[in-house]
Nanobody, 121 residues
Framework: QVQLVESGGGLVQAGGSSRLSCVAS????????MGWYRQAAPGKQRELVA????????VYADSVKGRFTISNENAKNTVSLQMNNLKPEDTAVYYC??????????????WGQGTQVSVSS
């Protein structure tokens, strides 16, 4: 079991910045990647924003490349997302996810409770 607690978010003006953090606890030694995902509205698909492996390899959604930076502090079991030049279309509930590997290749993913990011124009 892995527990994730997110912090950060809130209301930001377009062009502004915000930082999200997520702290993992529990079976953290089994985590091989953590990431941030967002859901713009109930019923809409949750999408990948950025994901980083324990080795530090990161991937980003095209829509956030050059604006968002994901980082991890393995010693602190923390993953952060620095969001710059925010746009109204970045408004969503942001979820932290932690992946544990499984033998079938499909990771077991744990989720945080989500934190709202709202960007005003």
């Amino acid at each position: 079991q892995v527990q994730l607690v997110e912090s950060g978010g809130g209301l930001v003006q377009a062009g502004g910045s915000s930082r999200l953090s997520c702290v993992a606890s529990g079976s953290i030694s089994s985590i091989n990647a953590m990431g941030w995902y967002r859901q713009a509205a109930p019923g809409k698909q949750r999408e990948l924003v950025a994901r980083i492996t324990s080795a530090g390899s990161a991937v980003y959604a095209d829509s956030v490349k050059g604006r968002f930076t994901i980082s991890n502090e393995n010693a602190k079991n923390t993953v952060s997302l620095q969001m710059n030049n925010l746009k109204p279309e970045d408004t969503a509930v942001y979820y932290c996810g932690a992946d544990l590997p499984r033998s079938d290749g499909v990771p077991l993913r744990y989720w945080g409770q989500g934190t709202q990011v709202s960007v005003s124009s």
